[in-house]
Nanobody, 119 residues
């Protein structure tokens, strides 16, 4: 069974940093693309970053230059380092196993972790 468990959310002042981590199991992690999404308070899902098995990355324009995605294929984990956080980054963040053909096609997602940025 595919399992994705996020950790590392919390509350932080604008300008601060948080690091999210996603622990996975149940599939060949190194062969698959992984992504971080966020669901805003108005329930819109946004793909914010994606990483291929070989390390190629994608970032949305809203987070590029502030967030960094990384993966550890040995530990089957994917992380999201978030710097220079803004109030508009407030959302539930979740990691997702996505199709290698498209980071927008989610195969499985985690339960999510809340990130709140206050000014």
């Amino acid at each position: 069974e595919v399992q994705l468990v996020e950790s590392g959310g919390g509350s932080v002042q604008a300008g601060g940093s948080l690091r999210l981590s996603c622990t996975t199991s149940g599939f060949r992690f190194g062969w698959n693309h992984m992504a971080w999404y966020r669901q805003t308070p108005d329930n819109e899902d946004e793909l914010i970053s994606c990483i291929g098995g070989g390390g190629m990355t994608y970032y949305s324009s809203s987070v590029k230059g502030r967030f960094t995605i990384s993966r550890d294929n040995t530990m089957a984990t994917v992380a999201l380092q978030m710097n220079s956080l803004k109030p508009e980054d407030t959302a539930v963040y979740y990691c997702a196993l996505v199709e290698n053909s498209s980071c927008y096609n989610i195969q499985k997602r985690g339960q999510g972790t809340q990130v709140t940025v206050f000014s």
